[in-house]
């Protein structure tokens, strides 16, 4: 599956963005997540929908203010980002893993597919 992200930009602290992933084949059939990574940093988990769930798991560092769905007619996921922080100043990947659920884990070895990224930067 191909992924291609998009909705990026300079924001100043406070303010929303969302971000968009579109993918090349079905959504539905891939667990689907949201990673980033900081000049200097590892890529990070962010959020996770798994496959066939309407669950999100979220990283404690976004919990309430960012938002995951998946919307598997247009076979796109989004990243709805409220009250942006500088800390959240990165480039952001849209992931997809085929793999068995109880070996996607929040690390980016589970996810065999990545898109090209999107960068975000919040000012204060």
């Known amino acids: 599956v191909q992924l291609q992200a998009s909705g990026g930009g300079p924001v100043q602290a406070g303010d929303s963005l969302r971000l968009s992933c579109a993918a090349s084949?079905?959504?539905?059939?891939?667990?689907m997540a949201w990673f980033r990574e900081a000049p200097g940093k590892e890529r990070e988990f962010v959020a996770r929908?798994?496959?066939?769930?309407?669950?999100?798991d979220y990283a404690d560092s976004v919990k309430g203010r960012f938002t995951m769905s998946r919307d598997d007619a247009k076979n796109t996921v989004t990243l709805q980002m409220n009250s942006l922080k500088p800390e959240d100043t990165a480039v952001y990947y849209c992931?997809?893993?085929?793999?068995?659920?109880?070996?996607?884990?929040?690390?980016?070895?589970?996810?065999?597919?990545w898109g090209q990224g999107t960068q975000v930067t919040v000012s204060s």
């Open positions: 084949e079905r959504t539905f059939n891939y667990h």
């Open positions: 929908l798994r496959r066939g769930s309407s669950t999100v």
């Open positions: 992931a997809a893993s085929s793999l068995v659920y109880s070996s996607v884990g929040y690390s980016r070895q589970g996810y065999n597919y």
